[in-house]
């Protein structure tokens, strides 16, 4: 059976447990937009001000309570546009970040969102260990603490090559 419940401080909308916006004015259903993360954004409008929410949260708070700041909402499927409130939880950062490596949803390599390198650069990296640390974070943009990681596949791991063994330190 679909729930539904008003939207508090935006009167003019409800929204179901099947994560489902709704104007009360018009009986319109709202489908909001797919960011490219992954995440259900929904758009409300009030006194002709757009207010964006990302539907996860927005569910929670309306049919569980306020998010604590140090908390964060998971999706127990590990699917990000699945927002019915029994695929919803409140979890640790820690716990979220374990959810996302069970799903198999957490970004590595490229595709994580401050990576400064690239894989053909890991790789090169690895394949060369006789050049410097300190003179391949020069050339990248990084740490010498970076690159040494990378070569010793504590990062970039799911690359799964290593090169011949060099320096551990320089």
């Known amino acids: ?16 447990i099947f994560s489902k916006v709704r104007s009360k004015i018009t009986g319109k259903l709202l489908n909001g937009f ?15 001000v757009e207010h964006r929410f990302l539907m996860h949260r927005l569910m929670h708070e309306v049919f ?12 127990l499927d590990g699917t990000r546009d699945n927002n019915h409130i029994d ?9 979220n ?40 974070g020069k050339k990248y943009g990084v740490s010498k603490t970076a690159i040494l990681y990378a070569r010793k596949g504590r990062n970039w791991a799911y690359l799964n090559i290593k090169g011949p063994e060099g320096p551990s330190d320089n």
């Open 1 to 16: 059976m679909e729930i539904w419940k008003e939207i508090p401080g935006f009167e003019h909308y409800e929204i179901s």
């Open 34 to 48: 797919v960011e490219s993360n992954g995440y259900r954004r929904v758009t409300l409008v009030k006194n002709r």
């Open 64 to 75: 569980i309570g306020p998010i604590p700041k140090h908390l964060q909402i998971g999706h």
């Open 87 to 95: 695929n919803l939880s409140l979890v640790t950062i820690k716990e």
């Open 97 to 136: 970040a374990g959810h996302r490596k069970l799903h198999g949803t957490e970004p590595v390599g490229e595709a994580k969102l401050l990576s400064k390198l690239k894989e053909k650069d890991v790789i090169f990296i690895r394949e060369n260990p006789h050049i410097s640390a300190r003179s391949l």
